[in-house]
């Protein structure tokens, strides 16, 4: 699009914003369920430009990975969002009957996941709870939960949103919470690497686009510098790096040059903390898969894709975990390096490891060890700043056991690693009980956006009512992981982090071991057989919630 046409664009949704103030909050669910009615519609011509995009055979179980990050996610966003809008609508508050917790600290808690009695079942053993920042009240919570639907008809203009080129889901779901978290129409710019999706979001999204709410662009970067810079624009937002947020605030300069706010979510590196136990040869087996796929999942082409494993030096079973973990990559599906830049990062992995690990399928795991220079810790350092965005893992080994082992990784994945967006904790429910309330107190000195004990933090991701985003502090000057939160479909304000949990072995075996979990090895896992119909079963779920739709999905899952 030329700048004529770019202006015209922000002009009709200046126009669109004076519509959106003026809509009632029923209107306002309404409309989010026809749109849901519409992305229900595109789902599949959706996905398969997905797997187009990434040269993704549309035969394979990765397919699973297109419904649940694409439609899927966009789908159950707008049930949710929806379902608060009409919560209010009736005079009541999105937290009336939501379960109320304390955590360290005695900051408040706020169950997020389930989200509602199908969660409940569907992701049966996994749990969420948002954790508010230090001081805030739990009549506070209530207060303030609404965000911009506390004031309908503030106006907050035309927004510019800039979309991720990794996971369908994200340039659509900023545009929702944009749109009902701050009352704000956006101008989305896409990703170069989803301009093929162009005429799947427009359709998706057309009752969106026809209420003059939201416009969809193309284009390189001038195209986002320019409409970033446009007078016609009041806000900036951004899925991305922090180098290409850097471009935009600061364009080369000492001080910003953008004159309005930013909000950002930047990825990072994020640590897998390994806590020492007895683990079973299947336990071992098991979270060696999991690993996998925090590592593998989307090509590794994720903010939060698990990066760096921190083991104990003291294990007895290290060695036998990290070969399971090592199976467990050579085994998985291939795929093809599509993400620009993938096979340079690559390279500039190889050469600062040069003894590093190869595996099968163009993997790589990297260890302080094999560093070509410096000393045994600080030759980790480029594994622990630099985010590959490719199918890199580390693994730095601490000294320690017990509580003792935990705190020094709390310490050095504090201290050490690029970013504050997600930690994943792994381990035996009889060694977290084990460390007690030293446990609660150590995930509490975490400083990380979401914190996922045995589970991955992109059920966080995915989870619609989870607020999703760095931990606070971040500045312009310092941006880290990025300023603000996405998703958070209850509208929950001065949030701290999001702490998930899940179940440390699939059923049946976690019931045989004392955990209440029914769920299978879950549909996100890379190894999961039947991953592809068990996702596309969900989406069609999520786009229609039915009872006696349920027999299917779980018989799905359980040949995973």
Not at 116 to 134: E, I, K, M, S, V
């Amino acid at each position: 699009m030329n700048t004529a046409e770019l202006d015209r664009a922000i002009a009709e949704l200046g126009a669109g914003s004076e519509r959106w103030v003026a809509s009632t909050l029923a209107a306002r669910a309404e409309l989010l369920a026809c749109t849901r009615a519409s992305v229900a519609g595109e789902a599949e011509r959706w996905v398969a430009a997905a797997a187009r995009a990434k040269g993704l055979d549309p035969s394979s179980p990765l397919i699973g990975e297109e419904w649940l990050t694409g439609p899927y996610g966009v789908l159950t966003s707008l049930t949710a969002l929806g379902r608060t809008l009409r919560t209010f609508a009736l005079g009541r508050n999105p937290l009336a009957g939501r379960w109320f917790g304390r955590a360290p600290g005695g900051r408040v808690t706020v169950a997020v996941l389930p989200h509602n009695r199908y969660d409940g079942l569907l992701l049966h053993g996994f749990t969420a709870r948002a954790w508010l920042r230090p001081g805030i009240t739990r009549a506070q919570a209530r207060a303030r939960a609404g965000l911009g639907q506390l004031t309908p008809t503030a106006r907050a203009g035309v927004g510019l949103v800039l979309g991720a080129g990794n996971i369908t889901s994200i340039a659509p779901l900023d545009v929702l919470y944009e749109l009902v978290a701050h009352n704000r129409v956006s101008i989305l710019k896409l990703n170069p690497t989803f301009d093929g999706l162009l005429p799947i979001y427009r359709a998706a999204l057309a009752p969106l686009i026809e209420q003059g709410l939201l416009r969809i662009v193309t284009g390189g970067a001038d195209v986002g510098d320019y409409l970033a810079h446009h007078p016609g624009i009041s806000h900036v937002h951004i899925t991305g790096s922090a180098g290409t947020h850097d471009a935009i605030v600061f364009g080369g300069s000492d001080s910003p040059r953008l004159d309005k706010p930013i909000s950002s979510e930047l990825g990072g590196v994020s640590p897998i903390i390994v806590l020492p136990g007895r683990w079973s040869a299947r336990d071992l087996r098991y979270q060696a898969d999991h690993v996998a796929t925090m590592r593998l999942h989307n090509g590794g082409y994720n903010c939060i894709a698990g990066q760096v494993l921190l083991v104990s030096s003291a294990w007895p079973q290290k060695a036998a975990f990290l070969d399971a973990v090592a199976a467990a990559l050579a085994t998985a599906s291939a795929r093809p390096a599509w993400y620009p830049g993938s096979e340079e990062r690559m390279r500039a992995a190889r050469a600062a490891y040069p003894s590093a690990r190869t595996i099968p399928g163009g993997r790589l795991i990297v260890a302080a060890a094999d560093a070509a220079v410096g000393t045994a810790f600080a030759s980790a350092e480029d594994m622990l700043t630099t985010e590959y965005f490719a199918p890199v893992l580390g693994v730095l080994e601490l000294p320690g056991s017990g509580q003792a082992f935990l705190d020094t990784a709390v310490a050095t994945v504090n201290r050490d690693f690029l970013g504050t967006l997600g930690v994943n904790i792994l381990g035996l429910p009889g060694t977290i009980r084990r460390l007690g309330p030293e446990f609660g107190l150590a995930v509490a000195r975490l400083r990380y956006g979401t914190i996922a004990i045995n589970a991955w933090t992109g059920v966080g991701f995915l989870s619609a009512a989870v607020p999703w985003g760095a931990f606070p502090g971040h500045t312009l000057e310092k941006i880290g992981s990025g300023l603000g939160v996405v998703h958070n479909a209850l509208l929950l304000d001065e949030v701290e982090r999001t702490v998930v949990r899940g179940p440390f072995r699939p059923f049946p075996r976690s019931l045989v071991h004392g955990e209440w979990a029914l769920l299978p090895k879950p549909p996100w896992f890379v190894s999961a057989r039947s991953g592809a119909r068990t996702a596309r079963l969900l989406t069609e779920f999520a786009a229609e919630p039915s009872a006696r739709k349920l027999p299917r999905i779980l018989a799905a899952a359980f040949r995973a």
